[in-house]
């Protein structure tokens, strides 16, 4: 960095009229710490510290996968992507990925299907069966682990996302609360976290310091560029070259992640004003809803009207940990016993439950297989944006680690052995990628999270029913 150009703090945002824009890490704010921003006043002069911190995200997918075509063929480094896999290597993205084989939660073998096991996926534990207010999902999950132990270095402690809104009622199959069904994150045992499906309100929230129960004003309403235009302007004339260049990259993202929002908002609100019953449904609360929370069975989405609420969401965790808004994220593709509608797929029909239950009929296991095939595709999109971004001497991707998986195998048999996982990322170097890993018969899924949380800084000697940390993910 020239020396004519003054170092800048690392908590440096830009603002405007309720606006605080986070930056990524620039060669003026100095080097990059594990710490992050919300610690640098407890930094002494001299202070060495490790290289970038590890962002973490747990990406979550209803109702398991097709047990025929999930598999990679080979072990280690020569191994050859399954047809659900393939989007991974279509990318590139082999060399950075750990497919990981015969992981399991064991707690969650009893019960019902779906809920015993999905809403315990990030706890290893056994949920208690309730009808009722008196949930417990038997531990706290490792997302929030994370958040404990990190999450005031950072603005916020964690992201919770998805794209269905909370169910509610009784599942009367089964008798349990589908309250259960559309959680992962746990606080404590008691406080399941609330995740946002408005890309709008998830992208506010990184940005937008206003009061989220007050209505914004017309200025704040201006996009946020506009608003910290002028904070924009001087910022960059205390930057050197290549400062400046990163800054305009990062602020044309921000914005054409800010325009596909605001395009998708309105095509969902042109949608529903064409639907009959939607629209009745608006007009009998007043016309004050959220459209992201209607019945998402109400609407006949088109082709692209999924895949960009989702590549939304992901762009969104791509900035929060560009930014270091925050280390931890977690995203529901659907609740539990989700039945989405992906007729929207070139050869599938009918909703992603019902063909989850296949019964071995070959057409049912085709669509079930492009489903899950079509969740890859959008992870390896995370992970493909987080490998574009360039930070220290590697990426993003680099310094991360990107769960993907689901807490069943086979959806036809709610079988909760040998369940699909992929991590992709180095965690900072500490994870050797481009491997698939065969693990003896029913190793502890918590024995992985008992690795991540080291190699994300909160460590523990033990969690839920975990072994040890999982082996052999470095060498």
């Known amino acids: 960095m020239s020396s004519s150009f003054r170092r800048i703090s690392r908590r440096t945002v830009l603002r405007g009229a309720g606006v605080a824009l986070a930056l990524p890490w620039l060669e003026a704010m100095g080097p990059l710490t594990r710490l992050g921003r919300a610690a640098e006043h407890s930094l002494g002069e001299g202070?060495?510290?490790?290289?970038?911190?590890?962002?973490?995200?747990?990406?979550?997918?209803?109702?398991?996968?097709?047990?025929?075509?999930?598999?990679?063929?080979?072990?280690?480094?020569?191994?050859?992507?399954?047809?659900?896999?393939?989007?991974?290597?279509?990318?590139?993205?082999?060399?950075?990925?750990?497919?990981?084989?015969?992981l399991w939660n064991a707690a969650t073998r009893s019960g019902d299907g779906h809920y015993v096991k999905e809403a315990a996926w990030l706890c290893g534990t056994t949920i208690t069966r309730t009808t009722g207010v008196d949930l417990c999902s038997g531990g706290t999950s490792v997302d929030q682990v994370i958040a404990r132990r990190l999450g005031h270095l950072t603005p916020l402690p964690s992201l919770e996302l998805g794209c269905e809104p909370t169910s509610t009622g009784v599942d009367q199959v089964v008798g349990y609360t589908r309250v259960y069904g559309a959680h992962l994150s746990w606080a404590t045992p008691t406080t399941p976290l609330a995740k946002e499906i408005n890309p709008k309100l998830a992208f506010d929230r990184l940005f937008r310091r206003h009061n989220a129960e007050r209505s914004t004003t017309p200025e704040e309403d201006r996009s946020l560029l506009d608003l910290a235009l002028e904070d924009a302007r001087a910022l960059k004339r205390r930057l050197g070259r290549a400062d400046q260049v990163k800054v305009e990259e990062y602020l044309e993202s921000v914005r054409a992640v800010e325009a596909r929002i605001a395009h998708e908002a309105s095509e969902r609100a042109a949608r529903y004003r064409d639907d009959p019953a939607a629209r009745a449904d608006i007009e009998s609360l007043g016309g004050r809803v959220d459209l992201y929370a209607m019945d998402p069975g109400r609407l006949r989405e088109r082709t692209a009207d999924h895949t960009e609420h989702v590549r939304l969401m992901m762009d969104i965790i791509a900035l929060a940990f560009q930014t270091d808004t925050t280390r931890v994220a977690t995203f529901m593709f659907g609740n539990a016993v989700s039945n989405k509608n992906f007729s929207f797929l070139e050869g599938v029909s009918g909703g992603h439950h019902e063909n989850s239950h296949h019964e071995n009929q070959a057409d049912k296991l085709a669509h079930y297989e492009r489903i899950a095939a079509w969740h890859v595709e959008q992870y390896a999109y995370?992970?493909?944006?987080?490998?574009?971004?360039?930070?220290?001497?590697?990426?993003?991707?680099?310094?991360?680690?990107?769960?993907?998986?689901?807490a069943l195998r086979d959806g036809n048999t709610h079988n909760p052995h040998n369940l699909p996982i992929v991590v992709g990322g180095r965690a900072g170097g500490r994870l050797t990628t481009g491997r698939h890993l065969i693990y003896p018969k029913d190793t502890p899924l918590a024995n992985l999270y008992v690795a991540m949380l080291d190699r994300a800084g909160a460590p523990v000697e033990h969690f839920a029913d975990s072994q040890g940390p999982l082996a052999n993910l470095e060498v």
């Open 47 to 102: 202070t060495k510290l490790e290289g970038p911190p590890v962002r973490v995200a747990f990406l979550y997918m209803a109702n398991g996968v097709n047990p025929h075509s999930w598999t990679p063929q080979g072990e280690g480094t020569d191994w050859q992507p399954s047809p659900i896999l393939k989007p991974l290597v279509e990318r590139g993205l082999k060399d950075d990925v750990l497919v990981l084989s015969n």
């Open 382 to 406: 995370l992970l493909d944006k987080l490998r574009s971004i360039s930070e220290g001497e590697g990426t993003l991707l680099d310094h991360a680690m990107i769960q993907f998986g689901s």
